[in-house]
Each structure stands twice: as structure tokens, then as C-alpha cells.
């Protein structure tokens, strides 16, 4: 982190050592429950991170793992976790406003089932985080209740969608958070925060309770502190046994792909992100994409015909309420054609078939997670290596390929460039994330 | 059939009964050919069933089925027998011009798979049977070298889009020809020229070679003479065993859908077709369909959008090579939304869940086929049951539901309604033609 960013308690501490902490009875969850709520009234009015905050609810829930603790009662790695969520995602009882003013004053009424799950594991819910509209954009920066803003830059953007998330976690005010990747919802604000954001494989975790916005896209993540906490979270998630296989990472194949064949990209950028795969046991080789273009048009027909699937009669009825980016992308979204997103889901097939030889190669995938790092809020072109572009697409360009292929991915801070953080990204193979994971904490490392 | 139908050799000769005079000596695979030439040559102008016949390939491979029989190399049951192919299906050597002059003279330069296992099944393949332009409607009257015509009626239509192979089988010209059914193709022409037609289950048939419609819509199925006829080039077809699994249909459960419920119907023909259920050991009851609406959203936004698919640069770069009628659906096929396709593969799923349920409550369903027997030539639209429709609903209304849900299903001939053929259709599990064609022959017979 740069020196003058917001430290809230949890900045330097992860799960995992909290989880010892705990078990040690050197810290309690209600300790941490108020760390984390102090640390929100003390940063949150400069960041907008949080949409809503359940004190009484944290504390309540706190207490009641403390007893479970000291009864021996023990629910794995998140048990007495302090943990916010985005505000996409039903939490019984507290507002879901979806970043927009359709859902103003909208209470949920259950939990989704990744809460059901974080909550059977003990996690002290403690609130809810901003979300770019409906988290449909990647910089964070349109929603109803105005922009998160990035703990490095104030007036720089979180990215987004998942951007309170990021925050949260980049400014300590939470150890860990949920957040949604459609098209790099999670790894971007994680990237662009400088934190770890873990986009499990497509279906891995459950999205029942979540506001769809490309249902054939959507994945619930987590943003954290470290890769190993990530990957508690994800096996709390995924309801998978809390041990891992086991996979050290020590050594590992690693294809890198010119993030050039995609977008371009800040060369400087690249450098660093690069330059960050530099650890003992990872053979790095690059690796050509063979048809990148079936990305581009996979993508947006597929996003943008199920986006428009889930907002029509709104759309129609009420278009006042959205705010003017997201309305007119929407608008263009209903313009796809069938035949388009016909064509867009066989470029998708094709592309799946291209990422699975890819992965049959190497272990991994790695590039940058973004082509830019944080730019200022409201801005919506960029000069990126001497071309114009527009932020969106230099956001979710590197990020949108894995959503569509389905694989995990993260993004590990790689350092940083001009005082902001840059993100590298890895990919997976499903079913070998704990490969994934163990490879990025040891980048993080 | 009605008095003066034309009545080729094959008018009243089963593949069945003619394979064992094949191997009783009494006939041979050239007689057998020379008389589907013979027959072609009479009525062929009448009806315009063929748009190519091979007569020099066609004895050549009758020589070769006979040699082989002689020999001892007994290929099935399909060995030595005349086979009409829909002219959108390649055969090697052969025009194929899908009915349009986008393909005026276009020649096939490799068999599609299902022509390549009737070959390898020792078929004796004649010629190429008139389609309805790309196969894109259920008349049959639409193509660049004009409609086929019905034999029971030449001023009224054949039904398609697999007309020719309708009318083919129908005068007695072949005794089977292969046809494709996207929303009723095979089954049209079948009831509305009284022959039988059996589309099989999606997928149970590769259609490599054949030139696609909708692809997630898209059946090769077979008309003939009888169920049993159909069996057996539906294993050939689908690279099953020749034997079948010993299903009678001395019982089944068979459920009745009101064809109202999908589409007004002559209720001449509703009573035409449900008395030839009248059979013993069927037990029949009356079954309701839950949503409706959903069979037609899913097929017309799936169809139309994959329609389109294919046809989108044809359309742009010459619209004048279509016929009004398939151009103008085309470019309505054209204008529906990504988010409708998407709303429309939901409904498909909703109603595949519907089907499967229904059919695990009883072993087959029935309805008319059409909800009107063969209209006159160009006519676009009907009155039916007192309700103004237009023809290709009216045709297509029935037979579709079972594209969407992807189940194998069956026209029989059901009687006569002002001379004119009346179809009862049957609809089966997969898995479990054997039944559903065993049914079939019963109520044939």
C-alpha cells in the first residue's frame, strides 16, 4: 500500500492468522467485529464503500461464535470472520439495493446460498458494499448512492463491479469479502485496490440469491488479503472439505500470454506484472492465443442478450431510474440480435475448446488482470499505450476471456505504478484451484 | 389412398416385405431399382418429387447390393432397397441445391453421414427429392424449381419442407426416402400425403452433410410405408443394432392432447385421428398441457435465430436469389432480439422439464398431426374451426413441441377427410422408439 492510505485493522492481517488468533484465545470475534466496525466509521465516509452496515447483527452473530468456540464448537476457517458483502447479493434482513434506485429501500428477504454457506462456517456478517449499478461496469464508479472510491487515490476509481468490496479489503476494514465477476468483477477492483480477488470455475458456487446480470457469465468471488485466504473462503463456498489437496506450488508451468493480443496494454504495466511471476519453480513460456476475436464477439453477444434478458420490462417501464451509462448500455445490450447471440455462443464453444488445450499445455495462464491502473472517477476514455480506448474495455479486456472459458482466476498484487496497484492475473484449470491458489500466494509472498 | 393417386410399384410394397423376396430370390436389388425408375419416369412430372435422379449410379449400386446378397454379404435390411435423399443432404456426386438458386447447380463432393450408413446398409440410393426452400417452411411449396405436389390432390400442397420425399413415397416411387424435421418436416408431409414419417430423437442422427435450418432444431427422420419400415432404417440411421428390443405395443398408456391447446383444429380431423387410436390394449386418456405459450416462444425464438445464423450474409449480399415467401420470413427471423433468444432457450428448458414429466405418466402421447388436412397450392391462409390462421401455423402447430423438447415422435396415416389424408401423430420417450414404432405399426395396420 502508499503511505497515505486508510490502515483499518484488518490491513495487515488475514483469515487465517485471525483463525489462530482466535483459537488462541488471543483475539475474539466480537474483537474483530468491532475492529471491523470502527475501521468502517473511521475510513468508510471517504470511501463509499458500504452500502449498509448491521451492527447489532454482527455483534449478535460474534457473540454467539465466541460461545461456540469456548463450547468447542469449531466451524472451520471463517468461524467469528468478520465479513462484508456486495450489495448484489441477498442478506437476510438487510437492504439489496442492487446499486440502483429501481430497488431503493429493497430489504431481502433470505439469505443466498453462498451467505447460507458463509454463515453455516461461522462468518460474522457485518454489511453490505457498493456495487456499480445492477454490476453492470467494471469501474464502480455509477450507482444510485455515488462511487466507491479507491483507498490508494480518493479520486480514483475502486473498479468494479464488486468496488466497495475491494475497498473494504484494501483499506482494512474486513478481512474478506464477496463480490460477483461477470466479465472480471472481482479480480478488477482487487487489482486495481491491491488486494487478492479469486473467481472460482463457472458453477463452483452456487449463485441462488444473487441479482443475475449474464446468468451464463455470473460468479460469485472473494476478495482478501491473501491467496490461502481466498481459498479458505472458496472451499467454505464451494462446500468442499476444508483441507486442501495439498499442492504446494513449488513448481508449476506457466503459460504467458501477451496481453497485447487482446488489448493494449500500459507497457510499464506489463513489465511489472511480469515481472512478478519471477519466483523459484515457476517456468514461464510465453503462449499465442490462436483466434482472440471469438473472445470479443462470445462475450458481448452472450452478456449482452442476458443482461437485456434480466432487464427488459424495467427497461421499458421505468428507464428513468437507471443512471445514463448504465441505461445507454443496456439500450445497446437490447440491440443484439438473436442471430448475433446465436454466433456469439458458438464463438464461446470454440474459445472453451481453445482455453482446455491451452490448459493441457502448462498449469497455469498469466497476464496482467487490467490493461490501466486506477484511473480518475467519472473518466470514461484513457490513452493506453498510445491508443484511445475506452476504460471500460481496458478494465475487462485481459479479465472477461476466463469468465467465458468458465476457468479460475485470480488477480495477485505485482506492485505498483505511479503510487497504484497492478494486478497480475492467473488461470486455471477446474478442479486445480489449489494449484492456482498456491502459485499466487506464493507471488503474493 | 384415394382412387386416382398415382400408384407406383412401390404404392403397396413394405422395405420389409421386399427384403425378404430379396433373399428369397424372388426379386433383385436392379428389378427393384429399375422399378423406382420406371415410376419416377410416369409420375415424377405430375408431382415434381424429384429434382435429381441418378439412374446410372443407382443400377450400379443395385448390381453391387445384389452381387454382395449372392455372395453371402448381407448388409440388412436396407440392402438392395431404392432410397429418395431431401435435396439439403449431401450425396457425393449428386446436385444438391437446398430448393434455392443460391445453390443452382451446386454439385456435393462427400455424402453426409447418414447417406454414408445407408450406403454402408446397402441402400441403393436414386435420387434427390424437392425441399422447400432451405428447408424454411412446411408447405413445400415454396422452391426455385417449384413445388412438389401431392399425389392424392396435384393442386394441393405436399406439406414439407420434405415434400418431394413425401410425394415420392406416397405415388409408390421409392419405398423410403430420407427427409429432415425441424418443426414438423418429416411428419407434414407424411399426414398430409399419407405415408408414415418418425423423427427420431435429437442428436440420435448425426446431420453432418445435411445443410442446417436451426441447429438445435435439426432431425433427419425417414418416411415410408409403414412403422416397421421406419424402424428399421431409423437403426440403420442411427448405427443400431438391426434387432430390435422385442417391444410389442400390445399395451400402452397413451396420452391425448387436445390439439386445441396449442392451435384451433378442424374437429373433423381432432375425431379423424383420436379414432385411430380405437386399438386394442391402448389405454387412453386425456392429458392437459401446462403452459403452452412456452412451445411457442422457444420455437420461434430458437428457430428464427439460428435461422438467421445462417443465413445472415446470404441475405445481405443477395436477397434476390430468395423466393418472397422465405426472404421475407428471413428478415422477420432477422429482427429478433439476443435477449429473446435468450428468454427463448429458458422456455425450452421449462418445457422440456413439462415433457419429460408428462412422459413419465404415460409410455406415449398422441394428437393430430396437422390441424388441417393439404391446402391448395400458394395458399397462405385458412380458416380453421372458424378461426382465420395462416397455413404454415396451422401445419406446424402440432409438430413442433416435440422438435423443442427433442423426444422422437410419429405421423401415422388416420383415415381420409374429403379424400385427403389425415396424420395421428405419437410421441415417445428416447430410448424407447421400439414402443413408440411398435404402436405405430398396430394403428397402421
Redesign the interface.
Known sequence: MTRHSPAGFFHDRTTTELAQRLRAGETSAVALTRAALSAVEEFDAGLNAFTAVDRDGALQAAEKADAELAGGTDRGPLHGIPVAVKDIIDVAGLPCEMGSAHFAGHVSTSDAECVRRLRAGGAVLVGKTTTHEFAFGPTGDSAHRGPSRNPHDPTRITGGSSGGSGAAVAAGMVPLALGTDTGGSVRIPAALCGVVGFKPAFGAVPTDGVFPLSQSLDHVGVLARSAQDCRAAYRVLAGLDPEPSGETGETATVGWVAPESLHPTDPELTRTARAALEVDGLAVRDIALRDPKDVHRGFL?IQ??????NH?ERVAEHPERYTDDVLERLRE????????????LAARDRWRREVHELLSEVDLLAMPTTCVVATELGRREVTVAGTDANVRGALIALTKPWNLAGVPAVSVPAGHLGGLPVGLQLIGRPGREDLLLAVADRIVG
Open positions: 453477444g449482452f442478450s442476458e443482461a437485456y434478458a427488459a445490450a437490447g440491440r443484439t440480435a438473436g442471430w448475433q447471440h446465436v454466433r456469439a
